[in-house]
């Protein structure tokens, strides 16, 4: 029989509110658990920012803390080459007693009750747009999106920073959606058709192991 998820003890850090709202969207489509109503309400992130540094400082204070039977785990971007995630990630699994060279592309769990997950896909460098842009459909609106937002930076100045390109024309295609939303992708993971890929199976996977074994 699965285990029950227990908002009382358990929790899940991530960066922020994109990334809370895809986790919640993408294990309520394809797991059936709501992780927005009680008592499943494990998925933490600070809404004034912080990002990876918070959530894994966060990530080591509720493991030192709370009791052993409680699911713990984080989700970070590992970025890219100029600023990877993984030696920081790689440092605390170290401190949890798991010696690993490189990632893996199951994520990392330890000793059944602490574990941690980067995007897109545990191993390669990137972030949670990346893992976005797989599961969504690709589409004529999501490239015209794309068009309309680099338009409005080369021609209008529009202030985005250009690796932020993909960030971009996914929240213009979030509001244009629903544009009642706040330009997060949460509503994209609900409302479409998604694709299935290697990395969104292997997040399924990890999460299931976590926090339903």
Same mark, same amino acid.
């Given at each position: ?60 204070? $509720?493991?030192?803390?709370?009791? *052993?039977? +409680?699911?713990?785990? @984080?989700?970070?971007?590992?970025? /890219? =080459? &100029? ?49 976005v842009s797989a599961i969504i459909p690709q589409s004529s609106i999501l490239s015209y999106a794309a068009e309309a937002c680099r338009i409005a930076r080369d021609d209008?100045?529009?202030? $985005?920073?250009?690796?932020?390109? *993909?960030? +971009?024309?996914?929240? @213009?295609?979030?509001?244009?959606? /629903? =544009? &009642? ?33």
């Amino acid at each position: 029989m699965p285990r029950e998820i227990n908002d009382k003890i358990d929790a899940l850090f991530v960066e922020g509110p994109d990334d809370g709202a895809v986790v919640n969207s993408v294990v309520r489509k394809l797991v059936g658990i709501d992780l927005a109503r009680r008592p499943h309400r494990i998925v933490r992130a600070n809404d004034e920012g912080g990002g990876v540094s918070w959530a894994l400082r966060e990530f080591e204070r $509720y493991i030192a803390s709370e009791r *052993r039977d +409680a699911r713990v785990g @984080v989700i970070v971007d590992r970025d /890219d =080459a &100029s600023n990877d995630n993984w030696p920081a990630v790689s440092a605390i699994l170290q401190r949890l007693g798991l010696d690993v060279r490189d990632p893996a592309s199951t994520g990392a769990i330890v000793d059944g009750h602490c574990g941690i997950w980067m995007w897109p896909d545990s191993v390669g460098h990137g972030d949670l747009e990346d893992f976005v842009s797989a599961i969504i459909p690709q589409s004529s609106i999501l490239s015209y999106a794309a068009e309309a937002c680099r338009i409005a930076r080369d021609d209008h100045g529009a202030e $985005y920073e250009l690796r932020h390109a *993909r960030k +971009a024309a996914l929240k @213009v295609r979030s509001v244009w959606r /629903d =544009a &009642s939303a706040a330009g997060g992708y949460g509503h994209l993971v609900r409302n479409l058709s998604l694709t299935s890929t290697p990395a969104c199976e292997a997040f399924l996977a990890w999460f299931t192991t976590l926090f339903l074994t």
